[in-house]
């Protein structure tokens, strides 16, 4: 299969990458370089608040955080602060319940928590939220295995009902971010923030994309053998589509 080529608005372009050579990118900025996941977290948490407030063109300005359990969760967590931090209230849907979170996404809630940030499991809340409201989805990433299990379904279908915007962090949750195929359900989303590299299973996905840096250095790249040019400008992020 020819990776998909996408080009930011300048006819730049970069290239896309699996979730195996995603993975492969983490493990080598993470193992060999010394990042820390929660270094490139943050900066994945505070550029997808900005898309979300970019988006918030109308309406009560809240927002609603669905996390999983993951980087991903654990970006839509950080993400919550940031929005907190500019007075936007937002509240978190959990695809579990709070003590079962680990590492990471655990590590985040535990901050929304002294912030006194709502946090539940039940939909109901999201369901009733106004049409001014963002969604932000950061349920799963590049880490879905298999088709989705039944409680992120419902949370997926619960998203494509609610009237207003969604944002995906990384990719739309459901989507094989190698292949593009939909693992039994998948979020609709307005906008797709993807982390670093663009991943080959967004050719295609609904609502436009854009490209944030996190932070990771030319060295990794390189080290992978994989051809990057810096593609932001003055913004930490860059929108890309396919020809
Ligand atoms: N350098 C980077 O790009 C960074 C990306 N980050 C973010 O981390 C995720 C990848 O994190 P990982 O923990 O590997 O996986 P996910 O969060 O995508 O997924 C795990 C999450 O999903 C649930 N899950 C998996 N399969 C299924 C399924 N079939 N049905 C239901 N649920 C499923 C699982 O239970 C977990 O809850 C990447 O996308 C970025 O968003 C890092 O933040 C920083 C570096
Ligand atoms: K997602």
Request: proline share 5%.
């Amino acid at each position: 299969m020819v990776p998909p080529l996408f080009r930011t608005p300048t006819g730049q372009e970069i290239p896309a990458v699996t979730a195996d050579e995603m993975r492969d990118v983490d493990c080598v900025a993470v193992e060999t370089v010394g990042l820390q996941i929660l270094q490139m977290m943050e900066n994945a948490g505070r550029a997808l608040a900005w898309h979300v407030r970019d988006v918030h063109t109308r309406g009560d300005g809240t927002a609603v955080v669905i996390a999983g359990n993951g980087g991903n969760g654990g970006g839509g967590l950080a993400c919550a602060r940031h929005l907190a931090n500019r007075d936007i209230p937002v509240s978190v849907v959990l695809d579990r319940h709070a003590d079962e979170l680990t590492g990471a996404a655990a590590h985040q809630h535990g901050i929304l928590t002294e912030m006194d940030i709502p946090i539940q499991t039940d939909t109901q809340e999201l369901s009733n939220s106004e049409e001014g409201t963002v969604i932000i989805d950061a349920l799963i990433g590049y880490g879905l295995r298999g088709r989705v299990r039944s409680r992120a379904s419902t949370l997926i279908e619960c998203m494509n009902s609610h009237p207003g915007k969604v944002v995906s962090l990384d990719v739309p949750s459901g989507i094989d971010s190698t292949t593009g195929e939909t693992l039994g359900s998948a979020v609709d989303p307005t906008r797709t923030v993807t982390l670093a590299l663009p991943k080959t299973g967004l050719d295609g996905v609904p609502g436009t994309v854009f490209l944030a840096d996190i932070g990771i250095p030319y060295t990794v790249y390189e080290r992978l053998g994989i051809e990057y040019h810096c593609p932001f400008d003055e913004a930490d992020w860059v929108r890309i589509s396919v020809d």
